[in-house]
């Protein structure tokens, strides 16, 4: 009967309580589809941006919430039913930091699969691993597949994982798990491995690159021409004491001017001394890419009358310290050896940096990296020349005269005679016989 009735009731109305409950639960599930997304999409906003998701305290009582849940809320201010669902009380409303890591997880994953499509379309591939420490000083280990797609190369980040075991077996293992674990035919396909030189990599009987080769006879190694770069910029500087202590005090006074005591007067300088540009920051050193280190010393050669005038004003200051005393110890050690150095390392790495961009570029390939490593070679063989040493020297005496600092050796102050050895020369130590004349 109930049956009949909801029959009759249909032909009447053309709609049955069953299609009008069916119907809500659809629209409910649009909505629900529409929360999640909504979820996810600030997710991979804050992801891509590579902004911290979670804040500190994420309670209704906290001023900040932190990004995720700060972006949510500005959302759901122009979206009703996410301000509904989010001032709901229970347990669906997928905020909690569980849900974060899941759906983070889920859209690494689909990336993932697109990567591995692509690159089993495109057949062949290399890999390129490298390991580092995080902030809690434990070993990870990256893992970046190159291969040929749509008329380009492309790297792609593949995978990133803890590495428990740091020898050649260990990382050999981790590397070819990755792999197999996407479906890649390693043993066929694989045709070049990327490293750095570390013996544990680049051995040629038990290293990584070997282990690889022995399963996957194309797997041609090569190492990272930025980092053999890196080494020799490394190894050349080492080899120059006078070098060497030229980076030791620029990074002495990138500390001195960073500190928060010093920062603020910094700023006031340079407003003073260049009224129309915008005040400029010293660089930190890098110690993992030296060519990077070019921008460091083109912004203090830019700079450095600014930074002699805040070490003086400093150093002219009461009651300062040992800031006082600092400011004096660096104001002394910045003469015309410095400024020659400086000049010449700004000329000398800003050639450096452009190739080490450019070996970093996906597209460069071998024969290419090769042709530029050369053209460099030759620049800085072209250095010895007394044309280009003119033109330093001229960089160097513009530099010094803006700067107001001398240009004559500084004679050091010859030791005195003994008196009792006047007119005398010393043959042997002061206990045997002296000859006089």
Known sequence: MYAWAEYKRSRESEKSIFDALN???????????????????????????N???????????????????????????HDPFIDERLAATGNAKYTSHQIQNEMLQVLADMVQKQIVAKVKESEVFSVLADETKDLQKKEQMSLVLRYYYSGAVHESFLHFQSAESLDAEGLTKMIVGCLERHGLDYRNNLVGQGYDGASVMSGKHSGVSARNKSNARFAFYVHCSAHCLNLVLVDAVKSVPEAEEFFALLQSIYRFVSGSAVHMKWLDVQ????????????????????????????????????VLRLLQDISLEKNSGDRKIEAKGLLAQIDLQFVGLLVTFCKVFGDVKILSDMLQSRSLDLVRAIDLVGSLTDTLKSYRSDCTFGELWKEIEELVHHCNISTEAQNKRRPKTNLKFLNSLVMRDSQHQILDF
Not at 52 to 74: D, M, P, V, Y
């Open 23 to 49: 119907e809500n639960r659809k629209q409910q599930v649009e909505k629900n589809k529409n929360y999640i997304k909504t979820i996810a999409e600030v997710l991979l906003l804050t992801a891509t941006q």
């Open 51 to 77: 902004i911290a998701q979670r804040g500190h305290r994420e309670g209704g009582e906290s001023e900040n919430e932190g990004n995720f849940l700060a972006i949510l809320n500005l959302v759901a201010k």
């Open 271 to 306: 407003k003073e001394m260049y009224p129309h540009e915008k005040p400029r920051e010293l660089q930190r050193l890098s110690d993992v890419r030296w060519a990077c280190r070019y921008m460091a010393c083109r912004t203090m050669r830019d700079r450095l009358p600014a």
